[in-house]
């Protein structure tokens, strides 16, 4: 369950509602660290969820990382909101809290790890670290759209290359880049290619 408190002093809390069950997904899963934020006349909340079943290609993690945008009504704790979805189906994201910045954008970061795994650090005494920050946004379809940040952009340095590949071929890259391309397949392709 998430469940909303109120506090007038950070000291003395007062129960509200349960927002949301885990058993809505079909399954009894556990959320962690649930953040919420409003955006615009919505809500969008963030959370992970342990012993989501896996469906095809979805909640391939202990921890699968979920969102959902709804209603909140912060009175009395009401909240119609959408379906859930999967946020990010990345093996290393976990646990990530949504925050204003101070040109009101949207930012996301989250945690990079993940349970029940086994880390080459862990000998130096360390394991995980924080994921670079996202921008995060509610498009006109209702849908949860997220970006770079655009001051991890300012710098970027632009490669145009322009390649039709077939078969086994690469394409070298800088030790560091932001990569973005265009795919185009064609009807045409011949099926042993």
Same mark, same amino acid.
């Given at each position: 369950?998430?469940? $909303?408190?109120?506090? %007038?002093?950070?000291?003395?809390?007062?129960?509200? *509602?349960?927002?949301?069950?885990?058993?809505?997904?079909? %399954?009894?899963?556990?959320?962690?660290?649930?953040?919420?934020?409003?955006?615009?006349?919505?809500?969008?909340?963030?959370?992970?969820?342990?012993?989501?079943?896996?469906? *095809?290609?979805?909640? @391939?993690?202990?921890?699968?990382?979920?969102?959902?945008? !709804?209603? $909140?009504?912060?009175?009395?704790?009401? &909240?119609?909101?959408? @379906? $859930?979805?999967?946020?990010?189906?990345?093996?290393?994201?976990?646990?990530?809290?949504?925050? %204003?910045?101070?040109?009101?954008r949207i930012i996301t970061v989250g945690w990079m790890n993940m349970w029940e795994r086994n880390y080459f650090t862990k000998d130096e005494n360390w394991? !995980?670290?924080?994921?670079?920050?996202?921008?995060?946004?509610? #498009? #006109?379809?209702? @849908?949860?759209? @997220? &970006?770079?940040?655009?001051? &991890?952009?300012? %710098?970027?340095?632009?490669?145009?290359?322009?390649?039709?590949?077939?078969?086994?071929?690469?394409?070298?890259?800088?030790?560091?880049?932001?990569?973005? &391309?265009?795919?185009?397949?064609?009807? *045409?392709? *011949?099926?042993?290619?």
């Open positions: 369950k998430i469940l $909303l408190f109120k506090s %007038n002093d950070l000291y003395k809390w007062e129960y509200i *509602n349960t927002i949301m069950r885990s058993n809505l997904m079909g %399954n009894p899963g556990i959320f962690e660290c649930p953040s919420i934020k409003k955006i615009g006349d919505k809500y969008l909340l963030v959370a992970s969820i342990n012993l989501i079943k896996t469906k *095809n290609h979805k909640y @391939q993690n202990f921890a699968s990382t979920v969102a959902v945008i !709804g209603k $909140l009504n912060l009175s009395n704790g009401e &909240f119609k909101h959408g @379906q $859930l979805v999967e946020l990010d189906a990345g093996f290393d994201y976990y646990a990530p809290q949504i925050f %204003n910045n101070d040109d009101e394991i !995980g670290g924080l994921s670079l920050p996202r921008e995060i946004a509610i #498009n #006109n379809k209702n @849908q949860i759209r @997220q &970006f770079p940040l655009k001051e &991890f952009l300012d %710098n970027e340095i632009v490669v145009s290359v322009t390649k039709s590949i077939k078969g086994k071929k690469t394409i070298s890259l800088p030790s560091s880049c932001h990569l973005s &391309f265009d795919l185009f397949i064609k009807d *045409n392709i *011949n099926k042993s290619d």
